[in-house]
């Protein structure tokens, strides 16, 4: 079966299995004791909003689904949109683990509503040894994960940088293969 059959509807893509997503907390282990990688304790989920009632209580009854899970673990959630009209769940908490939870719990509402391919992506924020920004971002169509390193300046990065992180984690977490789709994200908010 062909590009043919998928576009007439006779066989459909494969969809990324949504535990990929939990990989990030044992790599997260990783991070700390072996690269000095610590968690700001900031993690988001970015996704295109529609202006529609039915998708906007989705959103609502997402962050109050979030906020019952976090009133154990202390976990933050607020929402805000981009300046490219994008709407950012952000999540603050201490605890990793949490951060992972609650962005699945966000993904597995938007899914659930049948809302899941106006997910674009989810981000982790982290800081180097150096005490310099990075970022894991998860790409939910490809079912993979890439860093990304802000370079200072103007919209540049730091692409040996990232190459690098691509090494050391090595097996820890399902890495994009393909280099193209490591878009940068800029003006994260978190």
Avoid: H
Avoid at 73 to 100: A, G, H, M, N
Avoid at 102 to 107: E, F, K, L, P, T
Avoid at 151 to 166: H, V
């Amino acid at each position: 079966m062909g590009l043919f059959d998928i576009l007439t509807g006779k066989r459909r893509l494969a969809r990324p299995a949504p535990d990929r997503l939990f990989a990030m907390t044992t790599a997260n282990i990783k991070f700390e004791i072996e690269l000095g990688i610590r968690t700001r304790g900031l993690a988001g989920i970015v996704f295109q909003p529609l202006a529609t009632a039915d998708f906007d209580g989705i959103v609502r009854d997402m962050i109050e689904v979030v906020q019952g899970i976090s009133g154990d673990s202390d976990t933050e959630v607020e929402s805000r949109d981009d300046e490219y009209q994008y709407r950012w769940i952000v999540l603050k908490d201490k605890d990793f683990d949490d951060l992972v939870v609650g962005i699945n719990a966000v993904s597995g509402a938007l899914e659930a509503g049948g809302y899941g391919d106006r997910i674009l992506c989810a981000v982790f924020a982290f800081e180097g040894a150096d005490g310099r920004p990075l970022y894991w971002i998860y790409n939910y169509k490809r079912g993979a994960f890439y860093p990304f390193v802000p370079a200072g300046g103007a919209q540049q990065r730091n692409s040996e940088a990232e190459l690098r992180l691509k090494a050391q984690v090595g097996a820890e977490l399902p890495i994009e293969a393909e280099l193209e789709r490591w878009f940068p994200l800029w003006g994260i908010p978190i």
